[in-house]
Structure formats: C-alpha cells, structure tokens
C-alpha cells in the first residue's frame, strides 16, 4: 500500500514556525522530484515548495521564498518543509506530492502520489 503521511502541523502564533514532515511508504521518494502543495477552503490547491532529486534544486512560491524551506532525506523516505516567519495567511492544509519526474516542476499534475494533509492554522 502506497502512503504519504504528513505531521508536524498545528496552531502557531504569527510570527512562528513549524517544520513539517512527509514520510513514504509503499514506494521510493528517491530519482523523483518531491514538492508540497496547500491549500484553503474555497480555493484551489497552490503550490508551495519542490525540491529536485538530487536535492540540488529548489524552487518556491513567490508568498513563501525566503521563509520556508524544502530538504529531503531519501535514507529515511522522507521530504520535511520548514516554515518560519508564519503569517495568517499562511493558514492551509499542507500536502506533500512525488513527482512523477526527477526535475523540479510546481505543477500538480505532474505528481503522482499525495498525502493526506496535515492542518497549518496560524493565529493573529
């Protein structure tokens, strides 16, 4: 059975941070890009982050660059995002996706595989 389980989610004050995980079972997270999504009630899923499979790439929404950042650890099957500097708007739940390629893309298509989401809320 294919899983992607999110953690590290919760209520934060703005201001602070939170270091999500994704860990893989069921399939490798190596040789494919990985990538985290979010979304809000009412809207569309929207990127966030990817990460190439090398690790040697990465790319960020423009309302994140600077504040969050995405590594992987292919020994342990694991993507992690960690968001620093949290604002309100930042409230979403956060998924992480493997690509179906090695190359960074924030395309959802592009991934085959997503989690189950894990809730950020971020108070005021």
């Known amino acids: 059975q294919v899983l992607l389980v999110e953690s590290g989610g919760g209520l934060v004050q703005a201001g602070g941070s939170l270091r999500l995980s994704c860990v893989g079972s069921g399939l490798t997270f190596r040789n494919y890009a990985m990538g985290w999504f979010r979304q809000v009630p009412g809207k569309e899923r929207e990127f966030v982050a990817a990460i190439s499979w090398t690790g040697g790439w990465t790319t960020y929404a423009d309302s994140v660059k600077g504040r969050f950042t995405i590594s992987r650890d292919d020994a342990a099957n694991t993507v992690y995002l960690q968001m620093n500097s949290l604002t309100p708007e930042d409230t979403a739940v956060y998924y992480c996706?493997?690509?179906?390629?090695?190359?960074?893309?924030?395309?959802?298509?592009?991934?085959?595989?997503w989690g189950q989401g894990t809730q950020v809320t971020v108070s005021s």
């Open positions: 996706a493997r690509s179906t390629i090695g190359a960074v893309t924030t395309t959802s298509v592009a991934y085959g595989y």
